[in-house]
């Protein structure tokens, strides 16, 4: 490797070495009927190769002395959300401090964050054979404007979601449209009929990209866009690109005598640096999560300086994928996407960029969905022997016709988690002639950039938000909106993607996921280049926090407040 290469693999690292240097909740509902055979949720546990066992905090208990109202809870994000709209945005930079203004119809336990339980729908049943769910609304709230939430809303913010107008994005409609039959309201009641049994439905409504909007404001003021109104603990008070994001208590919250803080913000802290020196002279009260959360040798180095400091493994596995414009050369030959794949040393990906902390890059990192390790070890792409595999890279690259590589522009998004494994690819690139720069964008315009299919490659960010690898296919699946590679003509994965989700019986559902992971490491429509483990930091003073079961859930800070 040229020294220029060195520095650019390993300056991030150096940087970082620099900066370390210096610087009474709603009541819990009785269990909803469950659908016979319905697959039992997967427990959360990444596929490692070289990882380290973490140092996570166990789920924390209430405080035991009384919580106090007042105080701003302060938290960052790492970007600018594209914009207000949660249907429509997929990036924790607008779901994560967008969600303390909204309630779902089901939402994580705002304690403990570990199950689902009512939100604006105050109870929920299903039919025997797993095909119509029931939602009771609950009765007497109101949206920050004082007009009622209703059965109405919640229908028009499912079909929104489900099937959205021309012109509007949905999160879900990828998994919700093809599974839905009907949407009616029955009294105060909504009914959702499928055409096979659903099992992830709650993951689904209680994540923080389905919030319940005002239809009636929503079409006054014709997007969500710009503008927030809710039902949630906080009224919005201010949005500044650049600066932060900030709610202010709803004194007519729907549970009473919450929240007990007067207000928070969400600071946007681009640098790694800014953010680390923001929690250790205590202007965070938590680090923030996601890709806000601290890498381990932030982490490691907090410790030292200050043992009151809680930390939690993030309950969100995040990737970094490399993905490629399959519509158009050179990436639509199949034999370039193959050569990249081999090049790829995995296990440098896991020592450099997830520093020991990482987990084997695959389409499904979380047991028991997909190959298992040893099963990975015998795929193109994933020997030890790299040298070799280079060798064979090159040949295939001649094949294609690219004897001497060609230039590429990869495009990242401005946290560290997407344009230092840019830099990581250019390295790997190098190795089979490709000359590649990176170019890094707001995340505005890397999103519109993506699905206006205006680029030549991308590593995004996929992160594991639901226990069920369903969420995972977003990002690949044919005509879901965040799949940037372009592989829609691919009917046998688009088939099975769609046939997997109808299986009751959990063998035969696996079974299938793992065909539908050999179809992906034999297509390559992305290749996954790392998996890796971050950690929440949250100060002492901060009571009633709980990482729950996945990021994307349990922001709402109702039940925080700050012990000082």
């Not at 099963?375 to 193109?380: D, M």
Request: charged share 20%; net charge positive.
């Amino acid at each position: 490797m040229n020294s220029r290469k060195a520095r650019l693999l390993f300056g991030w690292l150096a940087v970082l070495a620099l900066v370390l240097a210096s610087c009474a909740p709603a009541a819990t509902p009785a269990k909803p009927a469950s659908t016979p055979g319905e697959p039992a949720k997967a427990a959360v546990t990444p596929t490692s190769v070289g990882a380290k066992s973490g140092t996570p905090a166990p789920t924390p208990k209430p405080a035991a002395d009384a919580p106090r109202y007042s105080g701003v809870f302060t938290s960052s994000i790492t970007g600018n959300p594209p914009s207000l709209d949660a249907h429509q945005e997929s990036t924790t930079n607008l779901s994560v401090p967008l969600a303390a203004f909204y309630t779902n119809l089901v939402q994580a336990d705002p304690l403990t964050g570990d199950k689902w339980v009512p939100g604006l729908a105050e109870k929920w049943s299903t039919s025997a054979d797993g095909l119509t769910w029931i939602f009771d609304i609950r009765q007497g709230v109101k949206f920050h404007d004082g007009t009622p939430f209703s059965a109405d809303d919640a229908v028009f913010n499912l079909k929104r979601l489900t099937d959205p107008p021309k012109g509007i994005l949905s999160n879900m409609s990828f998994v919700l449209k093809p599974a839905v039959k009907s949407i009616e309201k029955q009294g105060n009641q909504v009914r959702v009929s499928f055409n096979h049994p659903f099992a992830i439905m709650l993951d689904i409504l209680g994540n923080n990209y389905c919030p319940m909007y005002s239809e009636k404001y929503l079409e006054k003021n014709n997007d969500m866009k710009t503008s927030v109104m809710g039902t949630g603990p906080f009224k919005f008070k201010n949005y500044t690109p650049g600066v932060g994001l900030e709610g202010v208590k709803n004194p007519d919250f729907w549970v009473k005598g919450r929240p007990y803080l007067d207000g928070f913000r969400f600071l946007i802290l681009r640098d790694g640096s800014t953010r680390l020196s923001a929690f250790r002279t205590g202007k965070l009260s938590i680090t923030g999560r996601t890709f806000a959360a601290l890498v381990p040798n932030e982490m490691e180095t907090v410790k030292k300086e200050n043992a009151q400091i809680q930390f939690h493994r993030s309950p969100t596995i995040i990737g970094s994928w490399f993905f490629m414009n399959i519509r158009k050369p050179p990436f639509k030959d199949l034999r370039v996407r193959q050569a990249i794949n081999l090049a790829l040393d995995r296990q440098a990906a896991i020592k450099v960029l997830a520093q020991g902390y990482g987990v084997i890059s695959k389409p499904f990192p979380v047991k028991p969905w997909g190959l298992t390790v040893e099963e990975l070890t015998k795929k193109p792409g994933y020997g030890q022997a790299k040298d070799q595999e280079v060798a064979q890279a090159k040949k295939m690259m001649q094949e294609a016709g690219y004897p001497d590589g060609f230039e590429l522009t990869i495009l990242a998004r401005q946290m560290w988690q997407s344009k230092d494994v840019a830099v990581f690819m250019t390295d790997q690139l190098a190795k089979i002639g490709i000359k590649a720069k990176v170019q890094t964008l707001e995340d505005a315009i890397f999103w519109d950039t993506g699905r206006k299919a205006g680029h030549e490659a991308m590593v995004y960010t996929p992160f594991w938000s639901f226990t069920d690898p369903q969420w995972m296919g977003r990002y690949w699946a044919p005509a879901s909106a965040l799949n940037f590679s372009g592989n829609d003509d691919d009917k046998e994965l688009a088939n099975m993607w769609s046939e997997q989700i109808k299986i009751v019986d959990v063998e035969k559902r696996r079974a299938l996921i793992r065909r539908v992971e050999e179809r992906l490491l034999d297509t390559l429509p992305g290749i996954s280049v790392v998996w890796y483990d971050a950690f929440i930091g949250v100060r002492p003073e901060v009571k009633n926090f709980a990482p729950g079961m996945q990021d994307s859930v349990g922001n709402t800070l109702e039940e925080i407040w700050l012990a000082k």
